[in-house]
């Protein structure tokens, strides 16, 4: 199937720009086949949004980003390395270089708010405890947290408070990539859209690249520059917001305007 937006967009005609690149990848579990033959370019600097229906292996083709979990064949490339059969300092790097926000927030139950954000510092092992202090300050501040709640544990915290700890986790090493799975999953319509809106600021300052899984049409329109739709196991179409609306195939009719109404999407497509 004809895929949209690449050829048109002069933004990303660049392959140097390709900051991921995964070819050919085929993922199966058991006699189920998610990804066949599924290519992929992630250009440096973008908010490349990931939508599919259940089952199209849009998580999964997240994790493999990440190195979480291996396809049977075909090859997912960061910063110009394989995912798969990089030696350790090349992967190490790849994984410094990237910060990830999981859709629960997934911070450790045992740890204070402080003790999640330090935690990929430490893990370095080449900074002071002084300087480390000053890290976690600086990031809870970037996601407007309060140092008086440094030492919270996460079960008191609210679930806007949960994404935003994440996400100054996710940001403790100054990240080029950052990966984001259903960000404003859980969070109502306010706490959605200033979540929202903290990501745009910190992509400005920090220009890192974005990588998104989400179903929310408000948070595709407001923060990606172009949609990758999965369906049947493939990219089937990728562009920005109104060249994937116009396409055809029957998963985009459904989710882009079954599910809303034609003067939602309307109104959301002209922002």
């Known amino acids: 199937m004809t ?41 440096n600097g973008e908010v490349l949004a990931l939508v599919g229906g259940s089952g199209s292996g849009k998580t999964t083709l997240l994790r493999q980003m990440l190195g ?51 935690f990929p510092l430490r893990e370095l092992h080449s900074l002071n405890e002084s300087m480390i202090r000053d890290l976690v300050m600086l990031k809870l501040a970037m996601v407007a947290i309060d140092t008086k709640h440094a030492n919270k544990m996460p079960a008191d915290l609210s679930g806007g408070m949960i994404k935003r700890v994440a996400l100054a986790r996710a940001l403790a090493l100054d990240p080029e990539l950052l990966f984001l799975d259903e960000p404003t999953a859980g969070l109502d319509p306010e706490l959605s859209e200033s979540f929202v809106e903290l990501i745009l600021t910190l992509r400005t300052e920090m220009k890192f690249t974005i990588i998104m899984v989400t179903h929310d049409l408000s948070t595709l329109s407001t923060l990606s520059d172009r949609i990758a739709v999965l369906a049947d196991q493939h990219v089937v179409a990728i562009g920005n ?23 939602k999407l309307a109104k959301i497509v002209r922002r």
Do not use: M, W
Not at 23 to 31: A, R
Not at 104 to 118: I, K, R, T
């Open 241 to 263: 917001l109104k060249e994937v609306c116009d396409h055809q195939h029957p998963f985009i009719q459904s989710f882009f305007k079954a599910a809303h109404s034609q003067t």
């Open 68 to 118: 979480l979990e291996t396809p049977v064949h075909g090859t997912v490339k960061v910063f110009g390395c394989s995912r798969f059969d990089c030696d350790y300092n090349l992967l190490k790097s790849i994984r410094i270089r990237s910060g990830v926000l999981f859709q629960s927030g997934a911070l450790f139950s045992a740890l204070s708010v402080y003790d999640n954000v330090a």
């Open 3 to 43: 895929l949209i937006g690449d050829d048109q967009n002069t933004q990303y005609n660049n392959v140097q720009d390709c900051i991921i690149e995964v070819k050919g990848l085929h993922t199966q579990f058991g006699e189920n086949v998610v990804h066949q033959d599924l290519n992929l370019c992630v250009h």
